[in-house]
C-alpha cells in the first residue's frame, strides 16, 4: 500500500484490514498450502506518516528500497493527494512498478495518482463521487463512472471513496480465493460482500441530512419512502407549505440543485440499490445451490402438504351482460371475483 502525508486512514486500514482477516480465515482452515497475504505499507521517505485524523502510520519501507516483483500495488487516497501529484518520484515509481506488477488499484482519490502517471488513459475508472467530475476535467483520456462502488478495467481496479476500499478488497480476495472464503470474511466485518447500489444513492440520501432547512430536509425524508409517486415541484411545494416558485428557489439554495434533478438521482439511486439487493439474494441462492451439490450445506426439505395442487392460470376477464338480471341482485353481484 502507497501512502504519503495527509493521506486518509481509512483508504489504508480498511483494505489492509480485509487481508489480515483473509489469512486469519485461512489459518482457521489450516491450510497450508495456500499463500497469505504479506501486507507491507511503503512510503516515499522513511519514518512515521501522519494522516488526516492524525494518527500516525509506520511505514515498513521506502518506496526506492522496494525489490522483487509486486503483486498487488495499491495506493490510498485522501487529503494530501494534490500535494503527492507533484512528488515526481512517487509518480515514476507507479509508473514504473506498475508495469509488472499483477494488480494496480486505487482508493479514492488514490486514482488521480495513477492517472497522473499515465495508467489509467484509455480505461474506465472510478472515485469519489465528490471528485469523479475533477478527475474527468484532468484526465479526459479515462471513461470516469461516477455511480460504481469500484471499477475493474483489466489489471486496473479503482474503487469510490473511503470504505468503499473495503469492497474492492473483498473483490480481490474472491478473485484470489474464491467466493466461499471471501464470504466469510465479509461475514467477519461485517460487510456486504457485494454492496447494493452505488455511490449515487449516497450523494443522493446523505444531501436530506446535510441541510439545515428543517422543512427541506422533512420533505427529503419523505420524498425517499414516495420515490414512485409523481414528485412535481407543485406537489413537493404543498408538503413543504410553500409556494412552488418560493420552493424551487429555497430547495435550490439549500440542497444546490433543481426538485427534479434530486428526485431523478434519487430514484437512480435507489433502481440501483434494489438491483444490487436481487443480485446479492440470486448469488446467495446459487451459492447454497453449489454447496448444496458438493455435500458442504444441508438440503432443507420442501414442504409437504399432502396433496399437490396445480394453481390454474387467470382466465382473461370477458365481460358479461346479464340481460335479465334476477329481482333485488346487480346485474354483476354474482359475479366471482378475480
Known amino acids: 500500500m502507497v501512502v504519503y502525508p495527509d493521506v486518509q486512514v481509512l483508504d489504508v486500514t480498511g483494505p489492509l484490514e480485509v487481508f489480515a482477516n483473509a489469512n486469519r480465515r485461512l489459518d482457521e482452515q489450516a491450510e497450508s498450502r495456500t499463500p497469505r497475504?504479506?501486507?507491507?505499507i511503503a512510503a516515499s521517505a522513511p519514518g512515521p506518516v501522519r494522516t488526516t485524523s492524525g494518527i500516525e502510520l509506520a511505514a515498513t519501507c521506502v518506496l526506492g528500497d522496494l525489490r522483487g516483483p509486486i503483486d498487488t500495488l495499491l495506493v490510498a487516497g485522501g487529503a494530501g493527494t494534490a500535494r503527492a501529484l507533484r512528488d515526481r518520484a512517487l509518480i515514476a515509481f507507479l509508473r514504473r512498478r506498475a508495469l509488472h506488477a499483477r494488480r494496480v488499484a486505487s482508493v479514492c482519490t488514490g486514482a488521480f495518482l495513477l492517472a497522473e502517471a499515465g495508467l489509467l488513459d484509455g480505461r474506465r475508472a472510478t472515485t469519489h463521487w465528490a471528485s469523479c467530475a475533477e478527475l474527468a476535467k484532468r484526465h479526459p483520456k479515462i471513461a470516469v463512472e461516477s455511480d460504481p462502488i469500484f471499477v475493474?478495467?483489466?489489471k486496473f481496479w479503482s474503487s469510490a471513496g473511503v470504505c468503499a476500499g473495503m469492497d474492492?478488497?473483498?473483490?480481490?480476495?474472491?478473485?484470489?480465493?474464491?467466493?466461499?472464503?471471501?464470504?466469510?470474511?465479509?461475514?467477519?466485518?461485517?460487510l456486504f460482500l457485494k454492496r447494493p447500489g452505488g455511490q449515487s444513492q449516497f450523494s443522493a440520501e446523505l444531501s436530506a441530512q446535510a441541510t439545515e432547512h428543517d422543512a427541506i430536509r422533512s420533505l427529503q425524508a419523505w420524498a425517499q419512502g414516495h420515490l414512485q409517486a409523481a414528485l412535481g415541484v407543485t406537489l413537493l411545494a404543498t408538503r413543504a407549505a410553500m409556494s412552488p416558485r418560493n420552493f424551487a428557489r429555497v430547495f435550490a439554495r439549500e440542497v444546490g440543485e433543481t426538485p427534479a434533478r434530486w428526485v431523478e438521482r434519487a430514484?437512480?439511486?435507489?433502481?440501483?440499490?434494489?438491483?444490487g439487493v436481487g443480485l446479492e439474494r440470486g448469488r446467495d441462492r446459487d451459492s447454497l445451490r453449489l454447496q448444496q451439490r458438493r455435500g458442504s450445506a444441508p438440503r432443507v426439505p420442501a414442504p409437504r402438504t399432502g396433496v399437490a395442487r396445480r394453481?390454474?392460470?387467470?382466465?382473461?376477464?370477458?365481460?358479461?351482460v346479464n340481460r335479465q338480471p334476477t329481482r333485488g341482485v346487480e346485474p354483476w353481484a354474482s359475479r366471482p371475483e378475480c
Open 37 to 40: 497475504y504479506r501486507i507491507e
Open 152 to 154: 475493474r478495467d483489466g
Open 168 to 190: 474492492l478488497a473483498l473483490a480481490l480476495v474472491e478473485q484470489d480465493h474464491g467466493r466461499e472464503l471471501a464470504l466469510r470474511v465479509a461475514r467477519w466485518l461485517v
Open 267 to 275: 430514484r437512480r439511486g435507489r433502481s440501483t440499490t434494489a438491483r
Open 311 to 320: 394453481v390454474p392460470r387467470a382466465l382473461p376477464l370477458r365481460r358479461r
